[in-house]
């Protein structure tokens, strides 16, 4: 078995090959325990106010009760929820999941062209959405078969005067709320109160009940429906708590969640491993805010972070971040994007806490590949497959390929999607008859079993013949003093096909461009050299911050 999986002779002490999908008969089966065992525990907390495990039983359950008893949806209906991190966000999710619905998770700065494609692809019956982006709501309503709209405004669950007040400053003073009309919609604390007066019927829930629907693949053409089934998020959820092991402290972690919860990262990591511990979630509303996120970070110690390079990158830029107490920090994770060395390294020497990467995708639940959590420093892995996950490299032809070459990574396990929401051809084109599921990604394993991404297949850059990595261009102009973010794309060229081309942002105003194409003779072979270097006051990004090449290999096209 090893000889086939030689990454379990390498597991962590304690680490078992196997997890056991059928622990828990559903998510809220996973709540329900966590519920019994820490109900006086605070769950999550957003802008100084708290939810205990007992309130988010009773406000969930009321939730459910009202989508069941007022609005008389039926098992596997849709619900989308639209909003950022805040109180509101479990609270409808879980109750979603209780009544037997399954959740479409809906990014709150979408346009109006994309929630439209959304809510029509997914066939949602009912939409959360928080005032700031009720216009848009408004906007495709007619477009849609949604029969219910909830609204809330961020304030709503903070209590007097905080709430209100919270509420006045973002729609008179920040401007932040269009105003918007929509008939016959309800507010979130109304539907909460007509569910408390519903009895909540007994209601089954499988394994095999579509949980979420998670839309993917926005970046590169059409959004699709991920079918994460209850049995996907609980695997994966056991997965990483197995993964994580004795590091954890049942009812004693606070994690910060600064990533949204409508990501699958942050979904299941913070929303499902770390409640199962019984934790603290902090939710983080705007991260982008650096100074105010860094003053939330000083307000109260945490032992655990979740994030994206960007994030790490961010905040280890932004005055103040470095004198935080870091000892009660045991645990970074990493994900959603390569994490470069020079971040890493500088979180190392900041915090004293590796930064460890993971890897995963939507369609994976997302864990499928995480480094050991005693990792002593960043090792440029994506780690090791997780228990009961296959992972290979196979080449354009479909056959495996030995150790240290490189091919498309492909994954295997309980967490993989069930597919794609009303897409057979897209399902069967991602996941091949032997169930492997084909990530996309270029990938090479070591004869220990540790992964390593070279580059996604379509941001592959050829020059004369010769492939090259943007993650690899990246890491090395990142080590750079002078630079804050960097993204490597391919661009037209007559003599070699394609060259490379760097956007940068400066943390060094004084940064030259022959400056960074000295920098990248010293540290890559001529081919991968940058031809053209241009500045820039930012890179375009996804709204948990990954960055988006593909708007900026499309530039030239537009104009």
Not at 14 to 29: F, H, L, M
Not at 463 to 489: C, K, T, W
Request: a neutral charge; hydrophobic letters at 40%.
């Amino acid at each position: 078995m090893t000889e086939r999986r030689p990454w379990l002779a390498n597991y962590p002490a304690g680490v078992p090959a196997e997890i056991d999908p059928e622990q828990y008969g559903s998510v809220p089966a996973v709540l329900d325990e966590a519920i019994a065992k820490f109900r006086d525990n605070v769950a999550f907390s957003n802008m100084g106010k708290t939810l205990t495990y007992g309130e988010l039983d009773a406000r969930s359950r009321d939730f459910a009760a009202y989508l069941l008893g007022e609005l008389k949806l039926k098992k596997g209906d849709r619900v989308a929820i639209m909003m950022p991190n805040c109180l509101q966000y479990p609270i409808a999710t879980f109750g979603v999941l209780r009544a037997g619905l399954t959740v479409v998770n809906t990014n709150p700065m979408y346009t109006a062209r994309e929630l439209r494609h959304q809510l029509v692809d997914s066939g949602a019956s009912a939409v959360l959405v928080m005032d700031n982006f009720g216009k848009t709501v408004q906007d495709v309503l007619p477009d849609t078969q949604v029969k219910q709209v909830i609204t809330t405004g961020l304030g709503d669950l903070l209590g007097f005067p905080k709430g209100p007040i919270v509420n006045f400053v973002l729609k008179y003073v920040k401007k932040m709320v269009p105003d918007y009309a929509i008939h016959g919609a309800i507010r979130f604390r109304e539907a909460l109160a007509l569910g408390h007066e519903h009895e909540l019927p007994p209601v089954t829930i499988t394994l095999d009940d579509i949980a979420f629907l998670q839309y993917t693949g926005g970046t590169t053409g059409v959004a699709k429906g991920a079918m994460l089934t209850h049995r996907n998020l609980v695997a994966n959820m056991l997965q990483a708590s197995e993964w994580i092991g004795p590091r954890a402290r049942p009812g004693q972690e606070t994690i910060v969640t600064a990533l949204p919860l409508y990501h699958i990262f942050a979904l299941t990591a913070n929303g499902l491993v770390f409640m199962r511990l019984g934790a603290k979630n902090i939710l983080i509303t705007n991260p982008r805010d650096m100074p105010g996120f860094v003053k939330e970070l000083k307000r109260e110690p945490f032992t655990a972070i979740t994030g994206v390079n960007t994030l790490f990158n961010g905040l280890l830029n932004t005055p103040g971040f470095s004198e935080i107490d870091f000892s009660p920090l045991r645990l970074t994770l990493g994900g959603g994007m390569a994490v470069q060395r020079a971040v890493a390294e500088r979180w190392k020497k900041v915090t004293g806490v590796t930064l460890v990467e993971a890897y995963g995708l939507t369609e994976t639940s997302p864990a499928a590949c995480i480094n050991p959590m005693d990792l002593p420093e960043y090792n440029g892995s994506i780690g090791l497959p997780v228990p009961s996950t296959d992972a290979c490299i196979k080449d354009e032809d479909g056959a495996m390929l030995p150790v240290g070459e490189v091919g498309e990574l492909c994954i295997r396990g309980p967490q993989v999607m069930k597919g794609y929401w009303q897409r057979p051809q897209d399902t069967a084109d991602a996941i091949d008859a032997d169930g492997w599921l084909h990530t996309g990604d270029m990938a090479r394993m070591d004869e220990k079993g540790f992964f390593y991404i070279v580059d996604r297949k379509k941001d592959m850059i050829l020059v004369s013949g010769f492939n090259v990595y943007p993650n690899e261009v990246e890491d090395v102009i990142a080590m750079m003093p002078g630079v804050l973010e960097v993204a490597a794309i391919g661009v037209d060229d007559e003599k070699s096909g394609e060259a490379v081309k760097v956007i940068i942002v400066r943390k060094d105003p004084t940064l030259t461009a022959e400056q960074v194409k000295a920098h990248a003779r010293q540290h890559l072979t001529g081919y991968k050299h940058p031809r053209i270097v241009e500045f820039r006051n930012e890179l375009p990004k996804t709204n948990v911050g990954k960055i988006l090449r593909r708007e900026l290999r499309d530039e030239p096209k537009k104009a």
